[in-house]
């Protein structure tokens, strides 16, 4: 009758460890890769959605290359992964404030702006496989945080930022109070505009301009973090931009 009762209790004990394995995530990886430029600019561009990897949660999105080849469903994990969700959410809420209203300076309707984060050199990732879906992790604890910098515009031209910014010539310069971009009655001027009405209700920046050596300007705005030295001169350009130049 012991023994009988010992056998009862190692069933139940094994089928409930048996129970917490199905529960689990499965996570398979492997060995860490480096895509990209050592010379270029890749970017994180987030989707809003997260995952829990590794027990934390994580920002999902695109990750774009220098060569302007992305990678879908990225995974930013390690250090700014949280500031970068609350700054995505940030921006979203910012959106849904304004987005709809006209920009007085030019009436034009205000455009919804994306934020995304760019990474100086080759970019460190890992697949790795979850519950039978493929993510590509960014390790970005094996990044020189002077090496990233958040920044925002348009969200159609986060692809045409990289670009520009991965062309041999393109500057950043800032555009003085008083600027006629402004008052231009197109995109440019509504996204230069509004980044500078995004800074009075954010921990964001605005009011600089992408200058490519072929094509139109780029508006565009930083985070305050990520704010890497690496990328010092777009995120705080030191030249001032005059449209009869």
Do not use: C
Not at 128 to 135: K, V
């Amino acid at each position: 009758m012991v023994a009988l009762k010992y056998v009862i209790v190692g069933v139940v004990v094994v089928v409930v460890v048996a129970a917490a394995l199905v529960l689990l995530p499965t996570l398979h990886r492997v060995p860490v890769q480096y895509v990209g430029s050592p010379s270029g600019y890749e970017a994180f561009v987030p989707s809003g959605q997260t995952i829990n990897y590794n027990g934390h949660t994580d920002p999902t999105g695109t990750l774009i290359l220098s060569n302007g080849n992305t990678i879908q469903n990225a995974v930013w994990d390690g250090k700014y992964a949280g500031t970068i969700i609350q700054n995505h959410n940030q921006i979203v809420q910012l959106n849904n404030q304004f987005v709809g209203q006209t920009d007085p300076v030019n009436n034009q309707p205000y455009v919804p702006l994306q934020d995304f984060y760019v990474i100086k050199g080759q970019v460190p990732i890992q697949q790795a496989t979850l519950n039978g879906q493929t993510y590509y992790v960014v390790e970005t604890n094996k990044i020189n945080p002077a090496n990233i910098a958040g920044f925002y515009t348009y969200s159609p031209w986060v692809p045409k930022f990289e670009v520009a910014i991965n062309t041999p010539g393109t500057y950043a310069a800032v555009l003085p109070g008083n600027s006629p971009v402004f008052q231009w009655t197109n995109t440019t001027g509504t996204v230069a505009y509004q980044t500078k009405i995004y800074q009075q209700y954010s921990n964001f920046f605005g009011g600089d301009v992408l200058v490519p050596t072929n094509g139109p300007i780029i508006s565009y705005g930083t985070t305050s973090s990520p704010f890497g030295s690496a990328l010092f001169n777009f995120i705080t350009p030191q030249q001032v931009y005059n449209p009869s130049s």
